[in-house]
C-alpha cells in the first residue's frame, strides 16, 4: 500500500497569513494526487486534483504544485472560512490512502 | 446528490446494512465508494465498486466481512456489514467518482455506525 504522510498535523495562523501543507507518498504516483478540505461535522470537500488543478468553485487563493512523490498545497491568504483540516489523497492506486490530516487553526 | 442510511447501534459481531441514494445525476455512468472516519480521526477508504459492478475492490481491514453491491435501476449503493467489531464504529460515507484515479467528487452526508455492547 502506498502511505501517505502530511505535514504539518496541525498549524497555527491568521487571516491574511500564507500557509503551506506539505504532503509526501511513500511512492511515486506521478501527479495522482487530490487534495481535500473538511469542516467539523461536515462531509470532506474535494478542492483539487491532479496534484494542482482547482474544482470549480473553489477560490483562486488555493493552489498545489508537485509530482511524483512531494506535493504541497498553498493557501495565499487565509481566509476566516479557510480554518479546517485538509487532507491529502493518492488515487495512483488501489488502497486509496489518505494522508493523517492537517487541522489549520487560528 | 447522495443520502446515506441505515447506521445505528449494533453489539460486537452483528451486522448492519448502509444504503446510498443518489439524485441529479447519471448514477449508472459513475463508479462509487465508501469511505470512513472513526470518531476524531483521519478519512479511511472502505471499498469500491465499478459502474456494472464488474470491479470491486475492498480495504483489507474489512474484506471478507463486507460486501459492497449497487442496484442501477434504483440509483442505490449498498454496504453490508457483517461480523462488526468496536474498530468499525465510524461515519460512513458515500461517495461518487467518475473513473478509476478519478477523485471523490460528491460526498453523502454521512450515516453513524457505533458497535459497541
Known amino acids: 500500500d502506498i502511505q501517505m504522510s502530511q505535514s504539518p498535523s496541525s498549524l497555527s495562523a491568521s487571516v491574511g497569513d500564507r500557509v503551506t501543507i506539505t504532503c509526501r507518498a511513500s511512492q511515486t504516483i506521478g501527479r495522482y494526487l487530490i487534495w481535500y478540505q473538511q469542516k467539523p461535522g461536515k462531509a470532506p470537500k474535494l478542492l483539487m486534483h491532479d496534484a494542482s488543478s482547482l474544482q470549480s468553485g473553489v477560490p483562486?487563493?488555493?493552489?498545489g504544485s508537485g509530482s511524483g512523490t512531494d506535493f504541497t498545497l498553498?493557501?495565499?491568504?487565509?481566509?476566516?472560512?479557510?480554518?479546517?483540516?485538509?487532507y491529502c489523497q493518492?488515487?495512483?492506486?488501489?488502497p486509496v490512502?489518505?494522508?493523517?490530516?492537517t487541522k489549520v487553526e487560528i | 446528490q447522495l443520502v446515506e442510511s441505515g447506521g445505528g447501534l449494533v453489539k460486537p459481531g452483528g451486522s448492519l446494512r448502509l444504503s446510498c441514494a443518489a439524485s441529479g445525476f447519471g448514477f449508472s455512468g459513475y463508479s462509487l465508494n465508501w469511505v470512513r472516519q472513526a470518531p476524531g480521526k483521519g478519512l479511511e477508504w472502505v471499498s469500491s465498486i465499478s459502474t456494472t459492478?464488474?470491479?470491486?475492490?475492498?480495504?483489507d481491514s474489512v474484506r471478507g466481512r463486507f460486501t459492497i453491491s449497487r442496484d442501477n435501476a434504483k440509483?442505490?449503493?449498498?454496504?453490508?456489514?457483517?461480523?462488526l467489531r468496536a474498530e468499525d464504529t465510524a461515519v460512513y460515507y458515500c461517495v461518487r467518482q467518475r473513473n478509476w484515479g478519478d477523485?471523490?467528487?460528491?460526498?453523502?452526508?454521512?450515516?453513524?455506525v457505533t458497535v459497541s455492547s
Open chain 2, 53 to 59: 459492478s464488474s470491479l470491486i475492490y475492498y480495504a
Open chain 2, 103 to 112: 477523485p471523490f467528487d460528491i460526498w453523502g452526508q454521512g450515516t453513524v
Open chain 1, 60 to 63: 483562486s487563493r488555493f493552489s
Open chain 2, 75 to 83: 440509483n442505490s449503493l449498498y454496504l453490508e456489514m457483517n461480523f
Open chain 1, 74 to 86: 498553498t493557501i495565499s491568504s487565509l481566509q476566516p472560512d479557510d480554518f479546517a483540516t485538509y
Open chain 1, 90 to 94: 493518492q488515487s495512483y492506486s488501489v
Open chain 1, 97 to 101: 490512502t489518505f494522508g493523517q490530516g
